[in-house]
Nanobody, 120 residues
Framework: VQLQASGGGLARAGGSLRLSCAGS????????MGWYRQAPGKQRELVAD???????NYAESLQGRFLISRDNAKNTVDLQMNSLKPEDTAVYYC???????????????WGQGTLVTVSS
């Protein structure tokens, strides 16, 4: 089981980027999915998460600029980032609680991280 993130890159302030993350492998079910970020010299922080039923939670600092969504059939979670600011520059990680097939316990998985750089 692994999570593969994509979509990072360079954007100008005020621009947009869309991150995608796909779960693959022997997956029985996925519960919560989310995105975290870690800026240079800072701790990793939650950006947004979403339950299997679609309930969302966002970091208050985002002020409605980002939108998280998921496709349960495809085991994917996306993050639409709008009105980007230089302070959004960070490595973004997807996260999910997954029940692998042939296992009895849910486990937390992380994607490999994708760099988002926002220029002023």
């Amino acid at each position: 089981v692994q999570l593969q993130a994509s979509g990072g890159g360079l954007a100008r302030a005020g621009g947009s980027l869309r991150l995608s993350c796909a779960g693959s492998g022997s997956i029985a079910s996925i519960n919560d999915m989310g995105w975290y970020r870690q800026a240079p010299g800072k701790q990793r922080e939650l950006v947004a998460d979403i339950t299997r039923s679609g309930r969302t939670n966002y970091a208050e600092s985002l002020q409605g600029r980002f939108l998280i969504s998921r496709d349960n059939a495809k085991n994917t979670v996306d993050l639409q980032m709008n009105s980007l600011k230089p302070e959004d520059t960070a490595v973004y990680y997807c996260n999910a609680r997954i029940l692998p097939k042939y296992e009895l316990a849910w486990r937390e998985f992380w994607g490999q991280g994708t760099l988002v750089t926002v220029s002023s």
